[in-house]
């Protein structure tokens, strides 16, 4: 889920847009999303499709959404789509069109150009009025971000942004803030917020532990089900597989490579799992690459069909 949306803008008349910016910007707050529009005004003594943010904008992955005039007093706005469709890394971008002549005269004039040039500039373009631009734009943007607010769109994003969060104060922490300390201040936070912390974990294992001991084993699951906080996915992962293991040995191994890497040059999920969420995206750079994400989806399809088709076929503890 996007937390972020941008926004190229094209037209050699801003001063008449502020109202529409303005509901933009309105919009976005009401959703809880930045709004970074990326505002070119045609200069009929430059072309936009030279202009290095005009390039940048239409290079950036993250872009969501293009407004361009079409009446314009220099490029037309048909060479700056044609221009879009052809060299921009996203084909599937929505682009607004808009003119004070009215939607019909714009389809006219693009249709024409689909019969006169192979590319199909016409493909995910939008059209209206000039007065029309916010309701049109407004439309396209409540689709994305219907889609964007789905559960899994929602905990992918709560996954990373905490993630990233995490990575960050582990930044720090390895930054040279500790020698700001003197020593009676870092004598005090090792002992309060290490070894104290440390000592009544133990305390609450052995409490937890003598309170468990004369549990069965199907309690013991469902106090560990109760409290995920207290147990990690290794420790409920390899209960699984030992339980399996005995239930049917042929499905012992169902979980293995889960959290026991595959090979040298393939991570288990779980391994996988720590690097993203224990570094920064810098830091994760180089090592998430196309080759790495069709290995996720594939090895978290594999995992998830696995478990969704024992949960559906059996129920080991009942």
């Known amino acids: 889920m996007k937390t972020n949306y941008k926004m190229l803008w094209i037209d050699d008349n801003f001063k008449t847009l502020r109202g529409d910016k303005r509901k933009f910007e309105n919009y976005f707050k009401g959703h809880g999303i930045t709004f970074e529009p990326i505002e070119i005004e045609q200069n009929p003594d430059e072309k ?41 890394h996203h084909y599937h971008i929505p682009i607004l069109f808009y003119s004070g002549d009215g939607p019909q005269k714009i389809q006219e004039v693009i249709f024409k150009s689909n019969t006169t040039d192979k590319f ?28 964007e607010e789905q559960p899994q769109r929602v905990r992918g994003l709560l996954m990373d942004r905490v993630s990233e969060i995490d990575a960050q104060i582990l930044k720090v922490l390895n930054s040279d803030i500790l020698e700001q300390l003197t020593e009676e201040q870092a004598n005090k936070i090792k002992q309060k917020f290490i070894l104290d ?26 106090y560990i089900i109760n409290n995920p906080c207290q147990f990690d996915s290794h420790l409920r992962a390899e209960l699984l597989r030992n339980v399996y293991k005995i239930v049917d040995k042929d499905k012992g191994e169902i979980l293995s490579s889960f959290y026991n890497n595959i090979s040298e040059e393939e991570k288990c999920l779980s391994k996988l799992r720590n690097d993203y969420a224990h570094q920064t995206e810098k830091e994760i750079g180089s090592l998430h690459t196309a080759t790495r994400c069709k290995y996720i989806r594939e090895e978290t399809r594999r995992h998830l069909k696995n478990l969704e088709n024992e949960s559906a076929s059996t129920n080991i503890l009942s």
């Open 48 to 88: 936009v499709v030279e202009d290095e943010r005009f390039l940048n904008a239409v290079n950036d992955i993250e872009l969501d959404v293009v407004l361009i005039d079409f009446n314009m007093s220099g490029e037309s706005g048909a060479d700056i789509i044609n221009h879009i469709r052809k060299n921009m």
């Open 120 to 147: 199909n500039i016409s493909d995910g373009i939008y059209f209206c009025d000039r007065e029309d631009i916010f309701r049109k734009t407004q439309n396209i943007l409540d689709s994305l971000i219907k889609k």
């Open 197 to 222: 912390k440390i000592k009544n974990k133990e305390n609450n294992s052995h409490s937890l532990l003598e309170n468990l001991v004369h549990n069965s084993l199907k309690e013991i699951v469902q």
